[in-house]
């Protein structure tokens, strides 16, 4: 963008306690319209106690908007709340002026970061489920001749042909994204029976920085919201011969558009999929608590429950007051305390996913028939062998295995589990 365009920003709150709740939303509404490559000039917060209908704040708030935007020169308004077409079509009107919502300036971000063809692919989707519902109202100013009946529209009819064009792309996108996911499932079966991780968390809380620091992989970091859209996955290996298969993706937000979760299914495979969540949590945000808890709703939304969490809380050298840490760590005692830029408690991340991973394997003893090679072969595709020897003419393996891959087994075993304390 050559000129960067001045912005207005709107929000509401409900009673005196969603203040400052409202302000935390409205901190990052501005943060978003810097990384679309708009200036924020001016903010208007007010308290409501219910949307209006038709223009979602008052008439005659919306015609002040429309005033001080004269004023000021403002180019855009921003709503931090969804609208309905209607109602963006009505302050538009009213105020004169070009008129988006907090989720449409998300998908303006996303499209403008989307590199890799799934990811295009993803946010062309979720524009266009955005805009079908809003058709009618980019087409209006071309159907206002004719009118009565039998007496069509141009842009009525125009219309008609856009919604059917929209609707086979979305077809094909769908179709496209359905081809990738099923071609990644089969990667990752090649990849063997690991145990996955991935990383989740808020956007710009350092995932991705913890993610290269871990893997030695080099995928981009930046102080921008949004940087990672799509997935990496890198296998990351621990001491005892364990392997996990690790993600890296696409941060979440509050009040994240419902069309994007939706459309961004590939991307977020991997952690639907995944086994254990690492949880990055920014620390040095005022805001982390109801960041942790944005998280853990969204991953509620897409079905990624019932997850081993390993919560860890990152920037710890921007902390200034240690206290706040000190309160952070007693409120989640579990939490791990790092640095991914500086590299401060990385490896305590790697030995918590290596006592995570060790802990869904049990350690039993398999006695198989001498010839018996495809057993044998099973067992270290999908287990860690400690040992193997000829007993009587059977063949006696020690073997780390996961309960999920047990069943075949299940005749052979001759020992389960030892006590804890046993040593390996
Ligand atoms: N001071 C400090 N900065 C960090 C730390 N970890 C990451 N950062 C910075 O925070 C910014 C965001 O880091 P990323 O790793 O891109 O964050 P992310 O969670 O992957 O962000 P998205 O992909 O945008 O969701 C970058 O400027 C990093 O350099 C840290 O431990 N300390
Ligand atoms: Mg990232």
């Not at 390993?310 to 791990?336: G, P, S």
Request: with cysteine.
């Amino acid at each position: 963008m050559q000129v960067r365009e001045k912005v207005m920003l709107v929000g509401i709150f409900k009673g005196r306690g969603g203040r400052e709740d409202a302000e935390e939303s409205m901190d990052e509404l501005a943060s978003l319209v810097e990384t679309a490559g708009g200036e924020v000039a001016i903010r208007i917060l007010q308290e409501r106690r219910s949307i209006h209908p038709a223009t979602f704040t008052g008439k005659g708030k919306v015609e002040e908007i429309g005033a001080v935007c004269e004023e000021e020169d403002i180019d855009l308004v921003v709503f931090d709340d969804d609208l309905s077409p209607a109602q963006a079509r009505n302050i538009e009107k009213l105020a004169e002026r070009r008129v988006i919502d907090r989720s449409q300036l998300i998908l303006d971000i996303f499209a403008l970061g989307a590199r890799t063809s799934v990811a295009k692919s993803q946010v062309e989707l979720a524009q266009i489920e955005y805009t079908l519902p809003r058709l009618r109202r980019m087409w209006e100013h071309l159907s206002r001749t004719g009118g009565g009946i039998g007496t069509r529209g141009p842009g009525e009819t125009q219309l008609e042909v856009d919604r059917r064009r929209i609707r086979r792309r979305m077809f094909t996108l769908k179709k496209q994204l359905g081809k990738f996911e099923q071609d990644r499932a089969v990667r990752t079966a090649k990849r063997g029976p690991f145990v996955k991780a991935s990383l989740v968390g808020y956007t710009n809380t350092g995932k991705s920085t913890l993610f290269n620091g871990v893997t030695k992989a080099n995928v981009t970091t930046g102080d921008r919201l949004f940087e990672t859209l799509d997935a990496t996955t890198r296998v990351l290996r621990l001491p005892l011969k364990e392997v996990v298969l690790l993600s890296d993706t696409v941060g979440f937000i509050r009040k994240i558009p419902h069309h994007l979760v939706a459309s961004f299914h590939a991307t977020l495979e991997c952690v639907i999929d995944a086994d254990i969540i690492i949880h990055v949590a920014d620390i040095s945000h005022p805001g982390y608590e109801s960041q942790i808890a944005t998280v853990r709703s969204v991953l509620e939304d897409i079905g990624a429950t019932g997850k081993h969490e390993i919560l860890v809380f990152n920037k710890v050298d921007m902390v200034k007051d240690e206290d706040i840490l000190k309160l952070a760590l007693r409120m989640h005692e579990e939490a791990i305390p790092l640095s991914a830029l500086y590299g401060w408690g990385v490896d305590a991340v790697k030995e918590r996913l290596l006592q995570d991973a060790l802990g869904r394997k049990e350690k039993i003893t398999v006695s198989l028939p001498p010839k018996d090679g495809k057993m044998l072969s099973y067992l270290h595709k999908y287990g860690t062998v400690l040992g193997q020897e000829l007993v009587d003419g059977r063949m006696s393996v020690v073997v780390k295995i996961e309960r999920r891959y047990m069943k075949p087994l299940a005749d052979y075993i001759e020992s389960p589990a030892p006590q804890e304390g046993t040593q390996n």
